[in-house]
């Protein structure tokens, strides 16, 4: 209903100030937290035990030891062709790292 999309909206844009307050305050720990949702509060995507495997590699290849990871996701990108592209998307506490998925 039109109310609980309302209350969806008012608890994401909570969690987007907290995530900010975390973040200004260098607190990647708080921030880590916040997005791994481990009591499902906000309803946060989770990976399935295969794509968690995968951003694990990717994490292994790609995340420099001065980096710190804070959340890894599957997305689809969509070209300037208009084709998707399953792609891994890191966040770390120094930048964002997209990677090609490769079978």
Not at 50 to 78: H, S
Not at 91 to 97: A, E, F, P, R
Request: net charge negative; hydrophobic share 40%.
């Amino acid at each position: 209903t039109a109310r609980q999309q309302i209350g969806e909206m008012e608890d994401f844009n909570e969690l987007c100030e907290k995530l900010v307050e975390a973040a200004h305050k260098s607190d990647f720990s708080e921030v880590r937290r916040h997005l791994k949702d481990e009591g499902k509060v906000h309803y946060l995507w989770q990976p399935t035990s295969d794509q968690a495997k995968a951003i694990r590699q990717a994490v292994d290849i790609c995340v420099g030891a001065e980096e710190e990871l804070l959340k890894g996701w599957f997305v689809t990108a969509v070209n300037e062709w208009g084709v998707d592209q399953e792609r891994i998307l890191l966040l770390t506490n120094k930048c964002i790292h997209r990677i090609k998925v490769c079978e």
